[in-house]
C-alpha cells in the first residue's frame, strides 16, 4: 500500500535504516542507509558472518551472544558499537530489533532498525572529558569546595573539604 511505502521512505529519509537477520539462513537483509552506516554500498543480503567482519572482533562476540539471547528468550535486542568505516575511524551504530517467529512458533527473522548514535557518543565522550579535568581541578585546589545540587544534596566534596571538616564524601 502507498502509506506504508510513505512510512518506509520516511523512515528511510530520516536517518534510520532497517535491517533483518533471516536466522535459518543465515543472511542480513538492510537498507541502502543501514549499509552504508557499516561502510557497505550497494549491497542489500549479505552473509551473517560478513556482516559480523565490520565489527571489531569483541563486539562482534558481543553481538553474537546478544542475538542469541534475542532468539533463546524472545527479548527485544538493543545494543550500541562503534564500527570502522570509510569516513571515521570509529563510528557508532546501536541495533534495535524484535523477534520473528513462523507460523509454528519458531524464530525466523530478526527484524530491526540501525541507528547513527555517533554524535550522541560524542557528546558523551565530551561530558566526561569536562567532567574529569572540572573534578581535577576540584580534588587539587587548596580551598575547600563543596558542589551542592538544587535539592541541597551535596554531591562533590573537594579534598581540601574532606580534610577541613573531617567528613569523606561518601560519608
Known amino acids: 500500500p502507498v502509506r506504508d511505502l510513505r512510512f518506509r521512505l520516511g523512515i528511510e529519509r530520516s536517518g534510520v535504516g532497517m535491517w533483518d537477520l533471516d536466522i535459518e539462513t543465515q543472511h542480513v537483509t538492510w537498507s541502502e542507509n543501514a549499509g552504508e552506516l557499516f561502510g557497505v554500498l550497494d549491497k542489500r543480503k549479505i552473509p551473517y558472518d560478513f556482516f559480523l567482519s565490520r565489527l571489531d572482533p569483541l563486539d562482534g562476540e558481543r553481538l553474537k551472544r546478544a542475538i542469541a539471547q534475542t532468539v533463546a528468550t524472545g527479548d527485544r535486542l538493543d545494543i550500541a558499537f562503534p564500527i570502522a568505516t570509510g569516513r571515521a575511524a570509529r563510528h557508532w551504530v546501536r541495533l534495535r530489533a524484535g523477534l520473528v517467529r513462523s507460523e509454528d512458533g ?49 554531591q562533590f566534596f573537594s579534598n581540601a573539604a574532606e580534610r577541613q571538616f573531617g567528613y569523606t564524601a561518601a560519608e
Open 106 to 154: 519458531r524464530p525466523h527473522h530478526l527484524s530491526g532498525i540501525a541507528l547513527d548514535i555517533d554524535e550522541v557518543k560524542q557528546v558523551e565522550e565530551a561530558l566526561r572529558t569536562r567532567e574529569t579535568h572540572l573534578r581535577s581541578i576540584l580534588e587539587t585546589i587548596p580551598d575547600a569546595m563543596i558542589v551542592i545540587d538544587s535539592r541541597g544534596i551535596m
